[in-house]
């Protein structure tokens, strides 16, 4: 028999969203070890003229939002660009002509399918949300470089904005009512449990045990200001881990991809030791970009 899970021990969910499909995955603690291990992946296979016809739905909400002057310099347009032009080349040529279109620029393909799919699917979460919680963030959502390889610490506030919306998106999804702030980025109640998230997008492989340990510094006042009722959840993106934004890996089918990068996404076990010790009361999270499979 599969015992319940432990919210009080660290716990791994892995997400991860790639432009022609959605990958979710799940983890659940083995019932013997008390370690993660991997559960059933969910897929969704997305077209991109669904990509195109979300990132459009997700610019018109924009521009209700009165941030049309953001959404005119920002990188979004540049990706619209090229998702069209791949969406005309796969209409009027076929898949020959979508690959050549592709490889023109297969970083920048990667990225504006990838990050258009991000940002229209959590035009929903916004639309629901309310002006008034989101447009300022939104704002600068809409704002940064074109492509990730170009970012700094002083630039990469965009895409880290993104990300929280992102997670409070699938929180969205999966029925649950997030709330965003800056601390923490993320809330929300799961059968009266509250859960405070922070989310982490680090530059560099070398910066992620420190976003962990600044996440981990972050939570300890907010859970004991209820009096400890709460729990601490680390949400980390592992893109720039996996890819700076500058390559276009490709894999020998999907068994291949999917092991493949969760064995990249994994971190060191003396790690995962740390992180619970230093905040008994956090579980964690990994998320990832995947690449293109051969």
């Keep these: 028999m599969r015992r319940a899970l432990d919210p009080t021990r660290p716990l791994r969910v892995r997400w991860a969203t790639a432009p022609l499909r959605r990958d979710a995955y799940t983890f659940e603690q083995d019932p013997e070890t008390e370690t993660p291990t991997a559960g059933q992946i969910a897929m969704d296979r997305v077209t991109w003229d669904a990509v195109l016809a979300r990132l459009d739905d997700a610019l018109a909400l924009c521009h209700r939002f009165g941030l049309g002057k953001e959404v005119a310099a920002s990188r979004f347009i540049e990706y619209r660009r090229v998702v069209t032009g791949l969406v005309t080349a796969l209409h009027d040529g076929g898949q020959d002509a979508a690959r050549e279109e592709f490889h023109r620029d297969s970083a920048l393909s990667m990225i504006a399918l990838t990050e258009a799919a991000e940002f229209g699917d959590v035009g929903d979460f916004i639309s629901q949300y309310g002006e008034h919680g989101v447009r300022r963030t939104l704002g600068r959502v809409l704002d940064g470089h074109v492509l990730p390889a170009d970012e700094d610490p002083n630039s990469n506030d965009p895409r880290n904005r993104l990300f929280e919306f992102v997670i409070a998106s699938k929180l969205w999804r999966a029925g649950l009512q997030p709330r965003l702030g800056d601390r923490p980025d993320v809330s929300c109640e799961v059968r009266g449990k509250t859960f405070f998230i922070e989310c982490k997008r680090p530059l560099t492989a070398r910066g992620v045990k420190g976003r962990i340990t600044d996440a981990a510094a ?25 890819n700076l934004g500058d390559k276009l890996r490709v894999y020998r089918g999907e068994a291949d991809g999917k092991e493949k990068r969760s064995r990249a996404l994994r971190p060191p076990r003396r790690s995962r030791a740390q992180i619970g010790n230093g905040c008994p009361a956090t579980s964690w999270g990994c998320c990832g970009t995947p690449s293109r499979r051969s």
Excluded: E, K, N, Y
């Design 218 to 242: 972050m939570l300890p006042d907010r859970i004991d200001a209820t009096g400890g009722q709460a729990l601490g959840v680390i949400a980390l993106s592992l893109t720039r881990r996996l």
